[in-house]
């Protein structure tokens, strides 16, 4: 399914130019009451699992996840994972780890995230910006603590000015050559994860259980993992600019209505089509009083 899918998005304009496959890695908690699930204990009065996903913005399609105890550390979980080379990776500061970092680099993954006020670094260059623009610095910089690696622990700083929320944010990014515009506009696509945790938990129920073991919380978020994946093939499928939420809800209003499904994607707001001659193959029953 996750291939299907994935052939649908391909065929797709994608939303920047650049030839790199663009992966967001981040992680959502589930909480659970440590009462009932006492194997889950996160911290000293309550239970949690976390969800670590990776994100394929192709389509936005859940193409990785594994699930741990929710005091799991992101890093941690991220450490175990491995990307394919020219990858763009974006996550936020939950995965800070220097030496994670110059381990992306070197098996040639880029990535980009926000780094730290409390970071320590050099200038190495300071590089043009834009007159008039929201990009206030673009330099390349070199940690304190990776000085003597040398030029292959270089990244490059990137400060930009976000009016709606009136400050600055600071990037960091390995690529040395997309425009800093761009950088900071794949950060912002990093939101899109954000949407998909919430889109799971809200539209497919999965913050009440069926069942209080570990393996029962876990079947029902790999089922709820699979659904959405079903819902996003529809939604690729169908000429309807269908958001996932109005999607997800109007599907389960069609469950018991005749139509063809591929037709009512197309066209949501057409009448179900007449039933008479359908079922004159079917037995009828007949009430004697």
């Not at 996160?42 to 996903?53: D, E, N, Q, W």
């Not at 990244?155 to 761009?182: D, G, H, P």
């Not at 819902?231 to 209003?253: D, E, G, I, M, P």
């Amino acid at each position: 399914m996750l291939r299907r899918c994935q052939a649908e998005a391909n065929s797709r304009k994608r939303k920047f130019r650049f030839k790199h496959k663009l992966l967001s890695l981040d992680s959502t908690v589930i909480p659970l009451c440590l009462a009932v699930f006492d194997w889950a204990h996160y911290k000293r009065a309550k239970g949690a699992v976390k969800l670590h996903m990776i994100l394929d913005h192709d389509g936005y399609l859940p193409c990785y996840a594994v699930m741990t105890e929710g005091k799991t550390a992101d890093i941690t979980a991220a450490k175990r994972m491995s990307f394919e080379p020219d990858t763009m990776l974006v996550f936020d500061r939950g995965y800070t780890d220097y030496g994670w970092w110059l381990k992306l680099t070197r098996q040639k993954v880029n990535f980009v995230t926000r780094l730290k006020d409390s970071a320590e670094y050099g200038i190495v260059e300071q590089r043009p910006v834009p007159e008039n623009g929201n990009i206030l610095r673009d330099e390349v910089i070199l940690l304190v603590s990776q000085q003597e690696i040398g030029p292959e622990a270089c990244l490059r700083r990137i400060e930009v000015w976000v009016e709606e929320k009136k400050q600055t944010l600071v990037f960091v990014t390995n690529n040395m050559k997309l425009a800093a515009s761009t950088i900071a506009a794949i950060y912002q696509e990093r939101w899109q994860i954000e949407l998909f945790f919430k889109a799971l938990k809200q539209s497919l129920k999965i913050k009440t259980f069926i069942g209080c073991t570990e393996n029962a919380v876990q079947t029902q978020i790999w089922t709820a993992l699979i659904a959405m994946l079903l819902v996003k093939y529809l939604q690729l499928k169908s000429t309807f600019n269908w958001s996932l939420s109005n999607l997800v809800a109007l599907l389960r209003q069609q469950l018991f209505v005749y139509r063809d499904l591929y037709q009512w994607l197309d066209d949501p707001f057409q009448a179900p089509p007449a039933l008479e001659g359908i079922h004159d193959g079917q037995m009828t029953l007949t009430l004697v009083s």
